[in-house]
């Protein structure tokens, strides 16, 4: 029989052979794994659970919250507050950051999490996700406050998603490649089950809200017209479309056989730079592609190069496959 790795076993492994995280990093790691495990059992009692429907309230960013927004949220502060591994966590669905209270030890790492992706298929029983990033405390930093956390996703020290679907899947950089682990719920563990995650350059399948079509930049409009011509047009072949409307799930596609995915701004609110999270779902989404071989810009420049000025900045997100990254991208500096 095949030898069976466990996240734990990788995660020595990084840290005693390759060197790559220090012991902190590994057990921090450890137990947002362990959270996303007890989300993804959450998941699965749907109904029977109580946790599916609305909870009556909103976020700081003026959506709805679902029930599972609130217990994905609650279960990753539970987990990680008393590890001593951090200085304190920010969350998509927390107005401000959450500091590492003074009963317990205080560790140089800063957590931010988009604690359930894909907030609309919680109750349509379709595949979400939590999706994470880890920053180091700057040097010298005497007190730890929200300005320690605009820090360009090029700092990212790990990043991953979990995705509950069919299988709840890990996936993970801490700057190494992409590795996925799937869940094995008789042993209760993350199994290695794919290392070197690599991304191929050319794709015949792209992810938008097509149904914003009439919104959207020239650009962008320029490239899906391009596709939806297929074989008879400039780009000479067919292409698909698959939209799941969880991020999540969807970049999950995408590491697994390649396509382009994209929220780009669009001109129904001019004002906002896009609709997705700059801390929670670009940066480490897009340093996952990256680390797979793949491309993210927000149209104009690199993700991972974008200096935050706000905890809940929105950004523009085309990310996937590199060569299709790189057209749309071309396309935002010739029209
Ligand atoms: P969240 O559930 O964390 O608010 O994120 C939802 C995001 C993302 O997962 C997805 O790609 C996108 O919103 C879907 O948006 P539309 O409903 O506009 O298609
Ligand atoms: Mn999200
Ligand atoms: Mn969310």
Partial sequence: MAKRISL??????????????????????????????????????????GVL??????NVQ?????????????????????GGHLAAMASEEME?????????????????????????????????????????????????????FLQPGSHQVAAGYCVYGPQTTLV?????????FTLDREQGSFVLTQENVRIPEDTKEFAINMSNMR???????????ECLQGKEGPRGKDFNMRWIASMVADVHR????????????DKREPNKPGKLRLMYEANPMGWLIEQAGGAATNGKQRILDIQP???????????GSKNEVDRVTSYHSTL
């Fill in 309 to 319: 000025t706000q905890l809940h900045e929105r950004v523009s997100v085309i990310l």
């Fill in 215 to 225: 919104h959207w930049d020239e650009p962008v409009k320029r490239y899906i017209d």
């Fill in 8 to 49: 734990t076993r990788y995660l020595v492994e990084q840290q005693r052979v390759a060197g790559h995280i220090p012991s902190e990093l590994r057990l921090l790691l450890e137990v947002v794994a362990r959270a996303c495990k007890s989300i993804s059992q959450a998941v699965n009692k749907g109904a029977l659970g």
């Fill in 53 to 58: 429907g609305s909870a009556d309230s909103e």
């Fill in 96 to 148: 401000g950051i959450y500091v590492v209270p003074n009963r317990y030890p205080k560790g140089e790492y800063l957590l931010l999490f988009d604690p359930l992706d894909g907030s609309s298929n919680i109750d349509v029983n379709v595949s979400i996700g939590t999706i994470f990033s880890v920053l180091k405390m700057p040097e010298d930093d005497r007190g730890v406050d929200e300005g320690d």
């Fill in 62 to 82: 003026g959506e709805m919250q679902k029930k599972l927004d609130i217990i994905a949220n609650e279960v990753l502060i539970e987990a990680n507050e008393w």
């Fill in 254 to 265: 995408i590491m697994t056989r390649g396509g382009i995915f994209m929220y780009p701004w």
């Fill in 172 to 180: 993970l950089t801490v700057g190494d490649g992409v590795a996925m």
